[in-house]
């Protein structure tokens, strides 16, 4: 069993930025590959970002590239999300998620979840 907690959100103007974590506790953070999901009202959960358990291998949606960046300290057991360049758009509450093997860009690929931090960019 893998504990996940999500901080680092809140209310940012177009363009500016935030840093997202993603705190792990339970079972060893090492061997998990991780990932972002983001969720706007009204919309299905989609996919931001994922890195794998080694953190060699990255991988993000298309609307962030560029601006979305995911990194992993596992002496900290954290998931970070730099998220630059922030949009209107980008607003929904964000999601870390954790699974055994290598990362995914399917929601149902993920077998722990966090409860989620809500980020709201103003235009």
């Known amino acids: 069993q893998v504990q996940l907690k999500e901080s680092g959100g809140g209310l940012v103007q177009d363009g500016g930025s935030l840093r997202l974590s993603c705190a792990a506790s339970?079972?060893?953070?090492?061997?998990?590959?991780m990932g972002w999901f983001r969720q706007a009202p009204g919309k299905e959960r989609e996919f931001v970002a994922s890195?794998?358990?080694?953190?060699?291998?990255?991988y993000y949606a298309d609307s962030v590239k560029g601006r979305f960046s995911i990194s992993r300290d596992d002496a900290k057991n954290t998931v970070y999300l730099q998220m630059n360049s922030l949009k209107p758009e980008d607003t929904a509450v964000y999601f870390c998620?954790?699974?055994?093997?290598?990362?995914?860009?399917?929601?149902?690929?993920?077998?722990?979840w966090g409860q989620g931090t809500q980020v709201t960019v103003s235009s």
């Open positions: 998620a954790a699974r055994s093997g290598y990362g995914s860009q399917a929601v149902s690929a993920y077998d722990y």
């Open positions: 339970g079972r060893p953070f090492s061997s998990y590959a």
């Open positions: 890195i794998s358990w080694s953190g060699a291998t990255t």
